[in-house]
């Protein structure tokens, strides 16, 4: 049984830099043809894909979001981590992490198996 969960800081600055980290079981993230995504939701809005790291350890992000935000791994630990840089109060959501092998498209969130509950993160001063 795969199982994804978060964990995140909660509550954070504008300007600061969070990580939110993904936690897998029952399947490792380097398993052929998978990919680990980040998903967020802000209030009141849709699902919002963020970007992912394939299980050879490639990423991509969504172009409006590449240049602050970063994913990376820790085999050892079996998880993957999402680095957000100068935060704005527009980046508070219920950010999700999910994964799985997509057969059509990787930025496709109805293909992803997996997906953990979601962990708010509200920027605010």
């Known amino acids: 049984q795969v199982q994804l969960q978060e964990s995140g800081p909660g509550l954070v600055k504008p300007s600061q830099a969070p990580s939110l980290t993904c936690t897998v079981s029952?399947?490792?993230?380097?398993?052929?043809?998978?990919?680990w995504s980040w998903i967020r939701q802000p209030p009141g809005k849709g699902l919002e894909w963020i970007g992912y790291i394939a299980y050879s350890g490639s990423t991509y992000y969504i172009p409006s979001l590449k240049s602050r935000t970063a994913i990376s791994r820790d085999t050892s630990t079996n998880q993957f981590t999402l680095h957000v840089k100068s935060v704005t109060p527009e980046d508070t959501a219920v950010y999700y992490c999910?994964?799985?092998?997509?057969?059509?498209?990787?930025?496709?969130?109805?293909?992803?198996?997996?997906w953990g509950q979601g962990t708010q993160v509200t920027v605010s001063s």
């Open positions: 999910a994964g799985g092998p997509p057969q059509t498209s990787v930025q496709a969130m109805s293909e992803y198996d997996y």
């Open positions: 029952g399947c490792s993230i380097t398993t052929n043809g998978y990919y």
